[in-house]
């Protein structure tokens, strides 16, 4: 059996809780302070991630070297192979230049981050040293000749007469002048006479004067031809000279081809000694002193150590580069030496530079902190700025919650309570007239408050307080209102004395 009741209505559902918008969650935030420090927190571990990952991805550095087909440049795009396969932080890109001089001047204009150079062509202005990649040798040698073989006491007269000069010929036998012509036995002997020099750099012809003048040789007046490196030995044996100049590295191919190439079956050439290298150090610091080792190009060539100048090529980077960019490149050229050393002879010639405060040349401070073993890690490059940029966060964290909590619709609640509270002390002595307007009052607190309560954007102890206040403040109204009311005898002699109307 149905019942219907026509007054029964059935209750509406309630109304669904709306999720907080962005904005709420915001001011929510910023009254709480667990939040607000886990956020700092949040943001600080956020800024070392992308650090980090900044960091992790690999650099890539402009590299300048030249000329073609030089070993400077086979070395460099080996190097830039190695980077590439090993993964490492770094990229090398090889930017190819004729020569030492245009590396330099590459640097120094800022095209490229690194580049080889040589120290008697140009070392850039803007350039410190981060390696040496080698050392070269100046190699002077007399080609042999055909003729027989001078007799035992000629050789020896010679010898003597070349050690109490200082400047002696060593060769293990020495070549026989051609008919009419004084031999070549020591660089003195080279005026009037033609100088084969190999390769086609000026700085060779340079360092060929620059020894002619320490012996009083006028450069103007020994002859000289230049040869390129390809086809060597077929162009030496072809041409008709008094001495060669080879500069490269102990033990370089080009230099021994060279030697092989001036031997005359049995007979071979013999090899002039610088014997004033250190005086030529001295005046041209470009030029170093060294000697060439026995037996450095096979055999016994030469079978004595000879002393000799020689100048480094370096790789260097710009001042501007970054330091920890300079000593990971310092670190992965030395792995690169020990891994491709092997493979690839010319990364065993490179060495650490000089890092004594009194070196000649300086060292770039990414690298010297390499070598010395005072590298930073990641932390300990950015812990001073991670710290005062979390400080800084946090300041700003905590001046944005408070402007938030000062501009928020829930910034009122405060105001509206301690309104609540004054509304208590008016109401208790008001006039009947003032009630009316503390009741409107009252409702209106109440209504702001409920907007907030749907907006999720009051805070539970304060809502908690409104309604206590609320409810005060009506009472108080109440009470005012019920003692200004007359009292029922009053009431009724005022009625009886009131003239009928009709």
């Known amino acids: 059996m149905n019942v219907h009741n026509p007054s029964f209505t059935p209750a509406e559902p309630a109304p669904e ?14 009254r709480n302070p667990l939040m607000i420090l886990l956020g700092i927190v949040l943001a600080g571990a956020g800024i070392a991630v992308v650090v980090s990952y900044i960091q992790s991805k690999p650099v890539t550095l402009n590299i300048a070297v030249g000329p073609r087909q030089s070993e400077d440049l086979r070395l460099v795009h080996n190097l830039a192979q190695y980077f590439a396969r090993e993964r490492g932080p770094l990229r090398l890109k090889v930017v190819q230049q004729d020569n030492a001089q245009q590396s330099a001047e590459a640097l120094d204009t800022g095209a490229v981050d690194l580049a080889v150079v040589r120290r008697d062509v140009a070392m850039p202005k803007m350039g410190q040293v981060v390696a040496i990649h080698r050392r070269n040798v100046a190699v002077l040698i007399v080609p042999a000749t055909d003729a027989p073989a001078a007799s035992a006491s000629a050789k020896t007269a010679s010898k003597s007469a070349a050690k109490k000069k200082g400047s002696a010929a060593k060769s293990a036998k020495a070549p026989t002048p051609p008919t009419g012509a004084k031999p070549v036995e020591k660089i003195e002997d080279l005026s009037g006479r033609t100088v084969a020099i190999v390769g086609q750099s000026s700085a060779n012809v340079a360092m060929l004067h620059t020894i002619l003048g320490q012996y009083g040789v006028p450069p103007e007046k020994v002859a000289t031809i230049q040869f ?6 077929t162009k030496l044996r072809a041409a008709k000279f008094d001495a060669l100049l080879a500069v490269g590295p102990i033990g370089s191919k080009i230099t021994a081809e060279a030697v092989t190439a001036l031997a005359r079956g049995k007979e071979q050439p013999t090899f002039l000694e610088i014997g004033s290298s250190e005086a030529i150090e001295q005046q041209n610091p470009v030029y170093e002193s060294t000697e060439i080792p026995a037996g450095s190009f096979g055999g016994s060539r030469p079978a004595e150590a000879i002393e000799t100048i020689g100048v480094s090529h370096y790789i260097v980077a710009r ?6 960019v300079a000593g990971n490149f310092t670190k992965w050229l030395f792995d690169a030496k020990q891994a491709q050393g092997s493979e690839f002879p010319a990364f065993t010639k490179i060495e650490s530079p000089d890092t004594a405060k009194a070196a000649t040349l300086a060292v770039h401070p990414g690298t010297l902190a390499y070598l010395e073993g005072e590298q930073k890690s990641f932390f300990e490059r950015y812990s001073e700025a991670l710290y005062w940029g979390l400080m800084l966060i946090s300041f700003c964290g ?6 938030a909590s000062r501009t928020s619709p829930a910034a009122n609640d405060r105001h509206d309570l301690e309104n609540l509270i004054m509304i208590v002390k008016r109401a208790r002595s008001a006039a009947a007239e003032e009630l009316e307007l503390i009741s409107l009052e009252i409702d209106d607190i109440i209504e702001r408050a409920i907007r907030l309560i749907e907006a999720g954007d009051i805070d539970q102890n304060l809502l908690s307080a409104l309604t206590l206040a609320a409810e005060q403040a009506r009472r108080a109204v109440a009470e005012r209102r019920a003692a200004l009311a007359p009292a029922p005898a009053a009431r009724k002699r005022r009625d009886s004395k009131a003239p009928l109307t009709i």
């Open 319 to 324: 001042r501007s580069l970054d330091d920890t």
């Open 17 to 30: 809780k709306r999720p907080l918008g962005g904005s709420a969650r915001l001011r929510r935030i910023s």
């Open 398 to 403: 905590s001046g944005a919650a408070w402007l």
């Open 228 to 233: 390129s490196t390809e086809d060597l030995t």
